[in-house]
């Protein structure tokens, strides 16, 4: 214990030297990431940031000078003949006609609503007139836009469509600015970013110097980030009068937008979509003469997913009677799977399973060789069920013909070699399929979709304050999520869409989805708030559009003190502050620091960007088996998938050394390309932490410890925590048990599920889902001692107090091994404290 005591005041001198340190720098903001040195400095030109130029009649005449250059420029490419098509087709889309309204009203108002449909320029067009504008009355210099995206993927495709439109490269007066990956120059002066990157600008430029213009774009989703940024804008506005605050949505619920900024004016774009027709289910069963499977002869593996099914409908109905029993009465002859569902349970419980994958290729089939030309974009409800179609429909004659098919996935995170192919129009006789999220729906837009295939779920994270657990569930969407789903037929000619249930389950949708504020876990942005200086948070979340409940702010707050965030009265910590200035959840980054402060930091560096990029380890559908004995190689008897993690992205590093990366991924089941995103990320890490002070420059120094494996296990622990649970080895199975939960289950990929004991009395996990059980991802296991030293926050309330709150898990789980530990090491306290 006096081991711990010292790491812990260890600790406490570090983090504050360090934060001291990264004081200095305050003025440069803690997200200046080096990527291959394409970003410059965060704010407006540098110019504007220069000392001796502030204040100074001789700034004011450079910044003219230098926006009638900028004048110049823009005039010659519209002049030319490339600028004069470009701008030939800017006129065409809707919002063009609006383009002086839209100005105008910026002009006189500090706040502006505008809605309109999804094509219709508002996320390309508005921020360049706004732009344009600007330069056009020379004051291309000092301006200063920026404008959110609410996903990575479209801040990027955006920024790159408007520098095109602008005859540019990406970087000059247009630049984007999403999380450790950037092109921005010295002379950019409208910038796409996500709103994250907004509010970590927001942590050290609390006034956002320097901006004119902040564009909040797809505010109708109602995103948590997007909530939070409104709110802080709020208050912003009185302080900076001269700031524009522009809010763009694509459905018309601008009311409520603009009541909540005390009635601002609201400017509707009028689009321009062609009619696109709708199937429900029972339009496309009779169109496609989709063929039920009689009953009798489903086979004994149908038989069973039916009787899974009617079970999990029983637990469905007492909790949704009202969906059910119209769903019940509306179609009754539905195959989801293939094996002729024709149960009234089936509908009922409507579940990515029993949206049959036979059935949508039936669908795809019956448009690729029977209808017009034309893309199609399939909506799905998660990234595992596109994978899993993506590989069935590869292996079928028709869809799976290249010459004919352009089967495509997109997907959030993907790269973007691979996302550009998806707005590419394929060659002639070529059909375009993409499977989506519902990512699709409103941010990007790809022009050539005639046809949508709607499968009517998304999963939505969903957040159950009474158990503290995050659900990952698919639910049906929202009739404006329908709508807009629909609308993406209809961008270049008459289209349609195919909704995969029947009309009346849409008539029981929701208008409008419940905001994500509502729905997830609130560490991450209670944290901000304390950051930001924000004040209570309970009281400043209570200022949101829809506040979220009590409960779940208070176990946010309750989670942050025990991981040490915040004191007991609430204050930021210097453990918290550091955390806020790193772009990962806490306890990720909880991990980094002890990584850096105990010097086994590779490791450390590949858990972190492993669990916040994605999983590596592949699981084929066909190949399930195969695929996990290759990881459980991996962790030989470390019992830890973070462990398992390490050992894959080592190999890996080898193996690419002796240019024999793809091979040793295909022998493994690994995704080369998720651990190419790991070792991009992992040099973030590296330089953000440089930057922030938090390590040497010297990686040897940081990694004198890496090889032990007892070490790097605590420091999974510290971070996970608490995060835990117990493992009980049965003779023939392992119970495994957390104090909120109960039973919980392992994900069947993970190295400790299916093993005949695991010889650690505990299990620190990274994420719980609950989808019908609660499922953990992601383990390692540590011993009693691991726990108590390293599991919580030794500062919270003294020595004892930990003690004291381990010991109410102690008391819960009843574990007399844990319990001898705890004696010992409490008596050794004792006589520490004694001896002192
Ligand atoms: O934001 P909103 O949905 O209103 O539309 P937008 O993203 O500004 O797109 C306006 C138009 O620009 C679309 O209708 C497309 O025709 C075109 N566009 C494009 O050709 N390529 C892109 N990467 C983005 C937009
Ligand atoms: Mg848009």
Known sequence: FG?????????RSFL??????SDNFSDKSPLRTSSGGKLASDGGSDMQRDPFMQNSAVMDRVLHRRSLQIRNKQQEW????????????????????ERDALLNTISQNQVLVVSGETGCGKTTQLPQYI??????????????????????????AVSERVA????????????????????????????????????????????LKGVTHVIVDE???????????????KDLLPRRPDLRLILMSATLNAELFSSYFGGAPTIHIPGFTYPVRAYFLENILEMTGYRLTPFNQIDDYGQEKIWKMQKQAQTFKKRKSQIVSVVEDAVEAADYRGYGLRTRESLACWNPDSIGFNFIQHVLCHIVSKERPGG????MTGWDDINSLKDQLLAHPLLGDPSKVLLLACH???PSSEQRLIFEKPEDGVRKIVLATNMAETSITINDVVFVVDCGKAKETSYDALNNTPCLLPSWISKASARQRRGRAGRVQPGECYHLYPRCVYDTFADYQLPELLRTPLQSLCLQIKSLELGGITKFLSRALQPPELLSVQNAVEYLKIIGALDENENLTVLGRNLSMLPVEPKLGKMLILGAIFNCLDPVMTIVAGLSVRDPFLTPFDKKDLAESAKAQFSGREHSDHLALVRAYEGWKEAERQQSGYEYCWKNFLSAQTLKAIDSLRKQFFYLLKDSSLIDQNIENCNTWSHDEHLVRSVICAGLFPGICSVVNKEKSIALKTMEDGLVLLYSNSVNAGVPKIPYPWLVFNEKVKVNAVFLRDSTGVSDSVLLLFGGNISRGGLDGHLKMLGGYLEFFMNPSLANTYLSLKRELEELIQKK
């Open 3 to 11: 081991l711990q005591r010292e790491v812990d005041l260890h600790l």
């Open 412 to 414: 959030g995170s993907m």
């Open 131 to 156: 732009l344009e504008s600007e330069i056009e009355a020379a004051r291309g210099a000092s301006c200063s836009i920026i404008c959110t995206q609410p996903r990575r993927i479209s801040a990027m």
């Open 219 to 233: 505010i109708h989703e109602r995103g948590m980030n997007e909530d939070f940024l409104l709110i802080v804008l």
């Open 164 to 207: 095109a439109e602008r005859g540019e490269n990406l970087g000059e007066s247009v630049g984007y600015k999403v999380r450790l990956e950037g092109m921005k120059g010295r002379d950019t002066r409208l910038l796409f970013c996500t709103t994250g990157i907004l509010l970590r600008r927001l942590l050290v430029d609390r006034d």
């Open 16 to 21: 504050s030297q360090k934060a001291r340190k």
């Open 78 to 97: 519209q002049e030319s003949p490339e600028g004069l098509k470009m701008l030939e087709f800017r006129k065409s889309l809707p919002a063009y006609k």
């Open 376 to 379: 199609i974009l399939v909506f």
